[in-house]
């Protein structure tokens, strides 16, 4: 069983950047990938960026292309989603996620594992 651990979320202004990170409770399976999505209220959840098990390939959300990125840290069993040029649009509770799978998947029921999610409020 594999607990991911989201941290990093916050109040932050327009224009401004947060770091996101997300920490696995066991070492993860191969190959895998891991995904971020996000959910504002009232809203479903929505695809992100992803990143897969060797991070060499990611994929992203058009909404966040060009200003979120997505690395990870094997040593430390890690991946972050930097977000920078913030918009209120951006606001909601962001998850991280993993699945069984080589592919870069941006389906929310392509992930066999999620995080509790961090709160990222991004005010006008």
């Known amino acids: 069983q594999v607990q991911l651990v989201e941290s990093g979320g916050g109040l932050v202004q327009a224009g401004g950047s947060l770091r996101l990170s997300c920490a696995a409770s066991?070492?993860?399976?191969?190959?895998?990938?891991m995904g971020w999505f996000r959910q504002a209220p009232g809203t479903e959840r929505q695809f992100v960026g992803v990143i897969n098990w060797s991070g060499g390939s990611t994929l992203y959300a058009d909404s966040v292309k060009g200003r979120f990125t997505i690395s990870r840290d094997s040593a430390k069993n890690t991946v972050d989603l930097r977000m920078n040029s913030l918009k209120p649009d951006d606001t909601g509770v962001y998850y991280c996620?993993?699945?069984?799978?080589?592919?870069?998947?941006?389906?929310?029921?392509?992930?066999?594992?999620w995080g509790q999610g961090t709160q990222v409020t991004v005010s006008a």
């Open positions: 996620a993993a699945a069984r799978t080589a592919t870069l998947r941006t389906g929310v029921a392509s992930y066999d594992y």
């Open positions: 066991a070492r993860t399976f191969s190959p895998y990938v």
